[in-house]
T-cell receptor, first 112, second 119 residues
């Protein structure tokens, strides 16, 4: 099962530019997380935002959460070629011990 | 952070054979592990939740006799794709959550994935 949509599906930018990815979900959540995946590899956790939080920062990452709209955004500032990867949002329900449900992902390409 | 090791990273097999994929939590105990499947350029689809010492919980549409999951210890879960066919070719990823007394439903740690190609 999947939670919802992410947009854009693909994003191409130049180094130094900012990249914004959006994620929508359908059900009530405990928290929302963003992950990064390099091609053919596992996922790496980037940042977690709880349902009672509206914005969170971590280095060049900024995440927002709007529970009324059931949406989140991930902003990567001053992008680098090494940021090229697929980015997925994932939601955790309020039920303890359950798996994360992933969105469809955004493929980011940063060219130098 | 916690480390999850997944092996093999890549396997090519003939149609009809069975393939076992191992997922180990190296520095923490994982009472629950999750198995995902990913097709090219698509998202991760949850296949099943693996619980130590009990039967796995499968998502709707996932054949439990086809994808056998065993979670015999607190650090090891295995996924066996039985009688594999070309349509089973996919990227399989395991993940685990390190509870260690922390809050529930926190981040997952992922293995590096297994690319299965069935000829």
């Amino acid at each position: 099962s999947q939670q919802g949509e992410e947009d854009p599906q693909a994003l191409s930018i130049q180094e130094g530019e900012n990249a914004t990815m959006n994620c929508s979900y359908k059900t009530s959540i405990n928290n929302l997380q963003w992950y990064r995946q390099n091609s053919g590899r596992g996922l790496v956790h980037l940042i977690l935002i709880r349902s009672n939080e509206r914005e969170k920062h971590s280095g060049r990452l900024r995440v927002t959460l709007d529970t009324s709209k059931k949406s989140s955004s991930l902003l990567i500032t001053a992008s680098r070629a090494a940021d090229t990867a697929s980015y997925f949002c994932a939601t955790a329900s309020n039920q303890a011990g359950t798996a994360l449900i992933f969105g469809k992902g955004t493929t980011l390409s940063v060219s130098s | 952070g916690a480390v999850v090791s997944q092996h093999p990273s890549r396997v090519i097999c003939k149609s009809g054979t069975s393939v076992k994929i191992e997922c180990r939590s190296l520095d923490f105990q994982a009472t629950t592990m999750f198995w995902y499947r990913q097709f090219p350029k698509q998202s991760l689809m949850l296949m099943a939740t693996s619980n130590e010492g009990s039967k796995a919980t499968y998502e709707q549409g996932v054949e439990k006799d086809k994808f056998l999951i065993n979670h015999a210890s607190l650090t090891l879960s295995t996924l066996t794709v039985t009688s594999a066919h070309p349509e089973d070719s996919s990227f399989y990823i395991c993940s685990a959550r390190d509870f260690s007394g922390r809050a529930l439903n926190e981040k997952l740690f992922f293995g590096s994935g297994t690319q299965l190609s069935v000829l």
